[in-house]
């Protein structure tokens, strides 16, 4: 399009309606997500110009390249010249023996932006991923076998805590958010970990998504409406799935699953382990956890499993 502000202004505008949401204002404004790269920064800058002065912007020092000073002295340039309060909160990724560092990376930032939104009076975060990155994200739970829930990929909204983050541009191609940067002469970070193939999704966006968008030109839209499909597919397992635990019980009573056909009890087992440990189990874990519940039909039976930090175990 043309007018590639009043595309990604839509956007933003229909976020807010969608979610039933009031326009942000000085005493409840609006949190953008500011790592001072190219998606970022247009989301501030177009964030900013729809609502001036109800915008402030979060920058989240992980510390681990070297140039991490660097941006986070080019954020603070670029708000202080735009008029944007800005949070910087530094984090210290640990990672414990078979930790992803880009888990925990995310795990600390997500934890960073909610602490610095409070302290700014923002309810709400919003993050610039967009179409492609969504794409990506199918890719990779493709890759790694996922269920609907990981292929759901990226919701327009969630939440953590008390905190909503919000992805408004997840409909929208990087190639409209770079035009709209080069359009507005912004200037913008160009990361070069963005370029080590060594991390999974930098093979997929430089190795993969070139070849794959070549042969299928709609791809990144369509693997969108499969996360779409996907999440639709996931709220109504979420919905059975809590249905079956009100006649189960928390913790599920073991006759209760027993009773179950195999499918239902695999996702009562799993909504309940989310609910319960806060992640999902393996895909062996869980196979694991309903060979021994399927096995045990003696009072005796001892059922002691691994998932996740925790174990499952029979009383």
């Known amino acids: 399009p043309a007018d590639f502000a009043t595309v990604l202004r839509t956007a933003l505008v229909a976020w807010v309606g969608?979610?039933?949401?009031?326009?942000?204002?000085?005493?409840?404004?609006?949190?953008?997500?500011?790592?001072?790269?190219?998606?970022?920064?247009?989301?501030?800058?177009e964030a900013a110009s729809l609502w001036s002065g109800a915008v402030c912007a979060i920058h989240v020092n992980h510390g681990l390249q070297a140039l991490a000073g660097e941006f986070e002295a080019h954020c603070r340039r670029v708000c202080g010249a735009w008029g944007i309060p800005l949070a910087v909160q530094g984090v210290a990724v640990r990672c414990l023996p078979g930790d992803s560092v880009e888990e925990q990376a995310r795990l600390s930032r997500y934890a960073?932006?909610?602490?610095?939104?409070?302290?700014?009076?923002?309810?709400?975060?919003?993050?610039?991923?967009?179409?492609?990155?969504?794409?990506?994200?199918v890719l990779l739970a493709l890759s790694r076998g996922s269920g609907v829930a990981g292929l759901a990929a990226m919701g327009d909204r969630s939440q953590h805590a008390d905190i909503v983050f919000g992805r408004p541009w997840l409909g929208v191609r990087q190639s409209l958010l770079r035009a709209y940067?080069?359009?507005?002469?912004?200037?913008?970070?160009?990361?070069?970990?963005?370029a080590d193939t060594r991390f999974t999704r930098n093979r997929l966006r430089h190795d993969l998504m070139p070849v794959m968008t070549r042969a299928f030109p709609s791809m990144v839209e369509a693997l969108g409406r499969t996360a779409r499909h996907c999440a639709e597919a996931n709220q109504l397992l979420q919905a059975l799935a809590q249905q079956d635990l009100l006649t189960a019980g928390l913790p599920p009573k073991l006759a209760q699953v027993q009773s179950l056909p195999a499918a239902r009890q695999a996702n009562l087992l799993r909504q309940w382990l989310v609910e319960e440990a806060g992640r999902a189990p393996s895909t062996a874990q869980l196979d694991e956890l309903r060979k021994q519940i399927a096995a045990a039909t003696t009072r005796g039976h001892r059922i002691h499993l691994r998932v996740g930090s925790g174990w499952v175990q029979r009383q």
């Open 18 to 45: 969608r979610h039933g949401f009031q326009s942000p204002t000085p005493e409840q404004p609006l949190a953008v997500a500011f790592s001072g790269g190219l998606d970022s920064t247009a989301l501030l800058h």
């Open 181 to 194: 940067v080069s359009e507005q002469g912004l200037a913008f970070i160009d990361d070069p970990t963005n």
């Open 112 to 137: 960073a932006l909610g602490a610095s939104a409070r302290a700014l009076g923002a309810q709400v975060v919003w993050l610039a991923q967009h179409a492609d990155d969504q794409a990506e994200t």
